[in-house]
């Protein structure tokens, strides 16, 4: 069964810090990798897509990367600022069958950015 | 509509109750997810539908939950003799496999048994 796992759980950072969060899978047999957002009491908003041919994917001051053989991702955060203050959530989704559609989930980072 | 809808917001139930939670997808997305999540935690996939059939049921806990989409479009996931530990915020999203599949998520069911 595929396993995802998020470090570090939480982080609290100054506003204007670069930031890294990592993902890690355990099954690399994936069809893609998704980076979602959530803010307290609402649903998840995607961030970026990237399928499992690709290396990396950018959007604004964020970007993630890919590294499908070792089985993990970075979220890479540019300048951070308060209104990025939410928890970030890793999902992969599987490569075969019927399974396809299905995420995988990791626990999230919760991440504060103080002005 | 432009995003994922879902109906009720919240729902307060009592134990042993029957509850059906509604999902609207977006518009051409021929596939539906439902998820679980509880406090602290990721989302769980329960079941997944491509049109009106369901792809891939293995998340569902047990015979309790069920689910349907009976014109590939409007999902409803009903919930018989609830239980405590079904209190959650049960999650819908949509997608089109040729786009990727990138989902897109709704804000949520949450639903609290007392």
């Known amino acids: 069964k595929q396993e995802v796992t998020q470090i570090p759980a939480a982080l609290s950072v100054p506003e204007g810090e670069n930031l890294v969060l990592n993902c890690s899978f355990t099954d690399s047999a994936i069809y893609n990798l998704q980076w979602f957002r959530q803010d307290p009491g609402k649903g998840l908003t995607s961030l970026l897509l990237i399928q499992s041919s690709q290396r990396e994917q950018t959007s604004g001051r964020l970007n993630a990367s890919l590294d499908k053989s070792s089985g993990r991702s970075t979220l890479y955060i540019a300048a951070s600022q308060p209104g990025d203050s939410a928890t970030y959530l890793c999902a992969v989704s599987a490569d075969r069958g019927s399974t396809l559609g299905r995420l995988y989930f990791g626990r999230g980072t919760q991440l504060t950015v103080w002005p | 509509g432009a995003g994922v809808s879902q109906t009720p917001s919240n729902k307060v139930t009592e134990k042993g109750k029957y509850v059906e939670l509604r999902c609207d997808p977006i518009s051409g997305h021929t596939a539906l997810y439902w998820y679980r999540q509880s406090l602290g935690q990721g989302p769980e996939f329960l079941i997944y539908?491509?049109?009106?059939?369901?792809?891939?049921d293995s998340g569902l806990p047990n015979d309790r939950f069920f689910a349907v989409r009976p014109e590939g479009s409007v999902s409803t996931l009903k919930i018989q003799r609830t239980e405590r530990g079904d209190s959650a915020v049960y999650l819908c999203?949509?997608?089109?496999?040729?786009?990727?599949?990138?989902?897109?998520f709704g804000p949520g069911t949450r639903l609290t048994v007392l």
């Open positions: 999203a949509s997608s089109n496999p040729g786009g990727g599949n990138e989902q897109f």
């Open positions: 539908f491509q049109g009106t059939g369901a792809a891939d």
